[in-house]
């Protein structure tokens, strides 16, 4: 079955950079767009970034441009999701999705765990 595990968050200063990582298996990654999103405590789950398959499209939420990047290793079978000069509205579970219905933005079928990443003031 399709299992996608997400590493690499944790506690970081406002300011400062993470990154996050997210490995698939059960499903032929170099053919599937790759997503994340996040949800923060007491909001709705939020689309992030989309990447196509190939590498070559992407859209980001306005609220991550700028800031953050995708990028992918299909050698690898992993998505990653550089984050530069966090601020403490970044605070969330970060998710990442393939299998899109509709891309970028969804539906997902498949679903990673999350990946907590805190940012302090």
């Known amino acids: 079955q399709v299992e996608l595990v997400e590493s690499g968050g944790g506690l970081v200063q406002a300011g400062g950079s993470l990154r996050v990582s997210c490995a698939a298996s059960?499903?032929?990654?170099?053919?599937?767009?790759m997503a994340w999103f996040r949800q923060a405590p007491g909001k709705d789950r939020e689309f992030v970034v989309g990447?196509?398959?190939?590498?070559?499209?992407?859209d980001y939420a306005d609220s991550v441009k700028g800031r953050f990047t995708i990028s992918r290793d299909n050698a690898k079978n992993t998505v990653y999701l550089q984050m530069n000069c966090l601020k403490p509205e970044d605070t969330a579970v970060y998710y990442c999705?393939?299998?899109?219905?509709?891309?970028?933005?969804?539906?997902?079928?498949?679903w990673g765990q999350g990946t907590q990443v805190t940012v302090s003031s």
């Open positions: 059960g499903v032929t990654f170099l053919k599937n767009d």
């Open positions: 999705a393939t299998g899109a219905v509709v891309w970028p933005r969804g539906p997902y079928k498949y």
């Open positions: 990447l196509t398959w190939n590498g070559v499209n992407t």
